[in-house]
């Protein structure tokens, strides 16, 4: 791949790095400012979301400056090589008994945990392409995969909300039978506090839920790799490459997204966080995964047709909706629990023990998938994964799973 990339798209992560870094270090100054006047837990009650820009400013605004100004002034990026990913298992493991403690015994609770939210979000994904990378024998340069992640952390993040609230919103309010449910969203009260006990306690959560599982894929797998088209096809030259950078793109996405569950248990205790963080690293995979999947459809698209990409991403959305039809009804268990203060039968935590148990094993799966794509994308043996999750039997099973998420959900909401 050239080290020559367009000075047009480093004028833009000049300017999106200036403006991250601003918002940023205005947010971080005024939660300091906060915490230092004994606001310890102001933190905790909005899903932590203040540590997430904070996270944008800090981290991908000064990524984004460095790689615009290097860009501009012609210096060559040497390759990306990561420590063993190994490295990034055991840091997590700290993270998660330190995290847990500080939560558990409110240690220092507001200075100290952000920190730990932070890394215990980005480390997971981080050790996904450190152990591809090396395999891949270190394939994309610093700027380059700073370009990818800085883009899924940033462009398909704004992406993916956008059109996760705007889609659904249309098809309710447009079809007239599904109109209630839109008037029953607005009547929640959003924006005020106590969003998240109302939400959990109202019949509106299963078709929230339901839609999360089943409709957020669609949106989200397109959002991840829009930072493909600014490389250019004709910069990126191998099939690992495309990957890589595909990777990354889902990478810099999942972090930001494991700071919305995470932030969302840490307000309960810290077991609860401490649970969902290793669950949600255990699936790290996921995302990368994908969008990996359809950056290499995007690039064999150019020989072998649109047709390519179509499968790609259809494989994609496919997996990323198992994920999502274990996760969600987990998310709507543990939620009538913590947050609705419901008492959940030995039924509800069986149930919540199974779905934990499914979600673990299509993790194992999705890395037995990931192993399979390195190996043949490092030997240089091209194997269409896509034809094989896309058999009869795995349509089929995909379609079951997709049937679960209702019966599941159905079945949980007479556990209150």
């Not at 991250?20 to 915490?35: A, D, Q």
């Not at 055991?90 to 015994?105: D, E, H, P, Q, T």
């Not at 949600?280 to 290499?296: I, M, N, T």
């Not at 998310?331 to 199974?354: C, D, K, P, R």
Request: hydrophobic residues 55%.
């Amino acid at each position: 791949m050239e080290n020559k990339p367009s000075k047009f798209f480093a004028y833009i992560a000049l300017a999106t790095g200036m403006l991250l870094c601003l918002v940023g270090l205005t947010n971080f100054t005024g939660i300091f400012g906060v915490l230092w006047s004994g606001g310890l837990t102001e933190i905790l009650q909005y899903q932590l979301g203040s540590a997430a820009v904070s996270y944008l400013g800090i981290v991908i605004g000064p990524l984004a400056l460095i790689h615009g100004f290097n860009s501009l002034s012609g210096k060559i990026s040497k390759p990306l090589k990561f420590p063993p990913f190994y490295f990034g298992w055991i840091i997590f493991a700290v993270i998660l008994g330190l995290g847990s403690s500080l939560l558990n015994f409110n240690i220092l609770t507001g200075f100290l945990f952000p920190m730990v939210f932070v890394l215990g979000a980005a480390l997971p994904s981080l050790a996904v392409l450190a152990w591809v990378y090396r395999k891949l024998a270190w394939p994309l340069t610093w700027r380059q995969t700073a370009m990818a992640f800085i883009a899924g952390s940033t462009i398909s993040i704004v992406v993916a909300i956008f059109l996760e609230t705007v889609l659904p919103w249309l098809a309710f309010l447009l079809i007239t039978p599904l109109q209630k449910f839109a008037y029953g969203f607005a009547s929640l009260g959003w924006g005020t506090s106590g969003l998240i006990q109302r939400l959990f306690t109202s019949p509106f959560i299963i078709v929230f839920m339901i839609a999360t599982a089943l409709e957020a894929p669609i949106p989200e797998e397109f959002a991840k790799v829009l930072g493909l088209p600014m490389f250019g096809r004709g910069r990126i030259k191998t099939e690992q490459q495309a990957f890589a950078i595909g990777l990354a793109c889902g990478a810099g996405f999942a972090v930001l997204e494991n700071m919305l569950y995470e932030g969302l248990y840490a307000q309960a205790n810290g077991w609860t966080w401490g649970g969902v963080t290793l669950l949600r690293g255990v699936g790290a995979v996921l995302h990368p995964l994908c969008s990996g999947l359809v950056a290499l459809g995007w690039f064999r698209m150019k020989e072998q047709g649109t047709p390519r990409l179509s499968k790609a991403y259809l494989a994609a959305v496919g997996l990323h909706t198992l994920w999502n039809g274990g996760f969600q009804p987990l998310l709507y268990l543990t939620g009538l629990e913590t947050f609705g203060e419901a008492n959940v039968t030995i039924y509800g935590e069986s149930l919540g023990l199974l779905l934990v148990i499914y979600l673990v094993l299509l993790s194992a799966g999705l890395w037995v998938l990931l192993r399979r794509m390195v190996k043949s994308l490092s030997t240089g043996v091209e194997v269409d994964l896509t034809a094989g999750l896309q058999t009869r039997r795995a349509m089929a099973a995909w379609a079951l799973v997709c049937v679960l998420v209702i019966v599941i959900l159905g079945a949980a909401l007479n556990l209150q």
